[in-house]
């Protein structure tokens, strides 16, 4: 490895995954982060330099991870989705993208000066809304779910409609370039083996899968080989087809229901993180200074035209007649950020437009970077303020599902709901919830390991998770299950009954929450403390370190001022409580309550 290539790795994976990480600190999009760490390697200091430093591969390169990001979001895209949000998301992925279209391409035309054939480009390109920007905004926002599928299909599907779009406007622009292949041909059997491609080889990968054809360690290699390969065979009858063939592979697994492909895709998605990153920091880097030198208060005007005309007016049209709100539409029509398709189009097909000497081929780089730049950062920043003026977000508190509705755990969740803090109870009887829609808890009565208990879930606002179930291993299997989503830190779990903790058979740290309580409480000693009338409340303290609580009290939570919650355990190191902090606390009763009992 060259000194040259060895540094671009480095800026590429370690800058672009610190970036990741401060942004997920600090609360920013890690987009914008990502965004900057690409102009100051790139274009300021020329150190990263992706075009001497991989060589005439890059493009290729650029294509193959598009392809896999392009892959994963098609696997979220399950068309269970599409009974709630309804009519709203077919009108986003199909009559929206024409008319944004043709307005992107006369804003391009009147604004700037383009010729028709650029200002055709740009319109193509940037009908697209890119997953690789809206999938991190929407975990940050926490819209509901009804508003998340929309700009969610709409970024997924659109994303390589709006790269097919690009090549058949390239295409018809430098037709001379072209092998004699007519373009309706081109154009037909580039989708056509898309299609059955993309289908195919989700039914394969379904075949192998349910006969036991496939060893667990290949089925995450294999199903990336066959996204690849999706994508390289279906370019070869049409440019960009193979974005398409990728998108439809992902999205014909997601609707299969092929068993295990769930613990595959969270593989996949931390590939994808990776992937994301290195893409925005290389093309943000591969922007020349000339490019910046081109930025005119037309195309100033153009992105303003954009964001404030052209996407709007585009959503407003096509959502007449829908049942969207007007909140949903407000939301919709701002939220548009362009992400890695726009960019890399843009840098190829420009480069191609330049090469014919059309008119104004030289603008259309520079507009979609200053459109890109501009929806990343005003998008970014706005994006769950507007969601939460809206009213369209599951809430700003963190939220506590509480699993288990038994008499302790219902006055658990009465005394933490009076303390300001989300609870949720959730139960499979309907029975159990009773005594909590008498104090008017909100509930859920879902098996929370079922498909239907996730959307549910998906739909409520969740950060932590307490296991409190008589069923030690149920309770493990709920938090295995949601750790992933949660965090392994913000999943809890009543103790063995046992008492043995790491000795107990499946209980092990790795296959379990955190137990709650020093020393753990075990749902038996829960029940008998309860019924001996000890009782949950919520102590303040005034000072760090202080005590909570009369003497026997145990400590099993910590509300911080900023709505955080940590529950205390034996095993790891929650922190000690602060001046500040409200602790609930598990007591026995005075001894005159308990003589008065």
């Not at 760490?37 to 890059?58: C, S, W």
């Not at 989708?191 to 054809?213: E, K, N, P, S, Y």
């Not at 920091?281 to 208060?297: C, G, I």
């Not at 809890?492 to 209980?507: K, R, T, V, Y």
Request: hydrophobic share 55%.
């Amino acid at each position: 490895m060259t000194d040259a290539v060895a540094i671009a790795v480095l800026c590429i994976a370690v800058a672009g995954m610190a970036a990741q990480w401060l942004a997920w600190k600090i609360r920013l999009p890690a987009i914008v982060l990502l965004f900057v760490v690409g102009l100051v390697f790139g274009p300021a200091l020329h150190v990263l330099q992706p075009a001497r430093d991989f060589g005439p591969a890059l493009p290729a390169l650029v294509g193959l991870a598009v392809a896999i990001v392009v892959f994963e979001g098609g696997l979220g895209l399950d068309f269970r989705e599409l009974r709630t949000a309804g009519e709203g998301v077919l009108r986003l992925t199909t009559f929206a993208l024409p008319v944004s279209f043709a307005l992107a391409t006369l804003a391009a035309r009147l604004l700037t000066g383009m010729g028709w054939g650029s200002a055709a480009l740009y319109g193509a390109i940037t009908v697209v809304t890119g997953p690789t920007v809206i999938l991190p905004m929407l975990r940050q926002t926490r819209l509901n779910r009804r508003s998340a599928s929309f700009l969610k299909w709409e970024a997924i599907v659109n994303d390589p409609i709006g790269a097919i779009l690009s090549a058949i406007v390239l295409s018809v622009l430098v037709a001379e370039g072209r092998a004699g292949r007519s373009l309706p041909v081109e154009l037909v059997s580039g989708l056509a083996v898309a299609i059955v491609l993309g289908i195919g080889a989700a039914l394969l990968v379904r075949l192998l899968f349910i006969r036991d054809q496939m060893p667990e360690v290949l089925k995450t290699p294999v199903l990336l080989a066959l996204a690849l390969g999706v994508y390289a065979v279906s370019n070869v009858f049409m440019d960009e087809a193979g974005l398409a063939a990728a998108t439809i592979f992902g999205m014909s697994l997601a609707n299969l229901r092929i068993p295990g492909l769930a613990e595959l895709a969270r593989f996949k998605e931390a590939l994808v993180v990776l992937l994301v990153s290195a893409l925005f920091v290389v093309l943000t880097a591969s922007l020349q200074r000339s490019v910046f030198s081109h930025v005119s208060w037309p195309l100033l005007l153009l992105t303003l035209a954009m964001l404030f005309v052209v996407r709007p007016l585009s959503i407003f049209l096509a959502t007449l007649g829908t049942g969207l709100t007007w909140q949903e539409r407000v939301m919709s029509g701002w939220i548009a950020p362009r992400g890695i398709v726009a960019a890399a189009v843009a840098g190829i097909a420009s480069t191609q437009l330049m090469g014919a000497h059309v008119q104004g081929a030289e603008l259309v780089m520079p507009a979609v970077f200053a459109l890109i730049a501009a929806t990343m950062v005003l998008h970014g920043f706005t994006a769950a303020p507007l969601a939460r003026r809206l009213g369209l977000t599951l809430g700003d508190a963190p939220g506590l599902a509480i699993l288990g509705a038994s008499p302790w755990s219902t006055d658990m969740a009465t005394t933490l709901s009076q303390a300001g803090v989300s609870v949720l109870l959730i139960d499979t009887f309907p029975g159990a919830l009773d005594g909590a829609r008498k104090r008017n808890l909100p509930v859920l009565q879902v098996e929370i390991l079922s498909e239907h208990g996730a959307e549910e879930l998906a739909n409520q606002r969740v950060d932590y998770l307490f296991a409190a179930t008589q069923n030690d291993v149920y309770n493990s299997m709920v938090c295995i299950r949601l750790a992933p989503e949660l965090g392994r830190r913000r999943v809890f779990q009543l103790a063995p009954g046992d008492g043995e903790i790491d000795n107990w058979i499946g209980l092990s740290r790795e296959w379990r929450g955190e137990a709650v309580g020093d020393p753990p409480l075990d749902f038996v000693t829960f029940r008998h403390h309860y019924r001996q009338g000890w009782r949950f409340s919520i102590t303040e303290l005034e000072e760090a370190e202080g005590k909570a609580g009369p003497e026997g009290a145990v400590t099993l939570a910590i509300i911080r001022p900023g709505g955080g919650l940590v529950f205390t355990s034996a095993e790891e190191n929650a922190g000690n409580p602060g001046a500040g902090d409200k602790v609930l606390i598990f007591a026995p009763p005075l001894a005159g309550e308990d003589e008065a009992r």
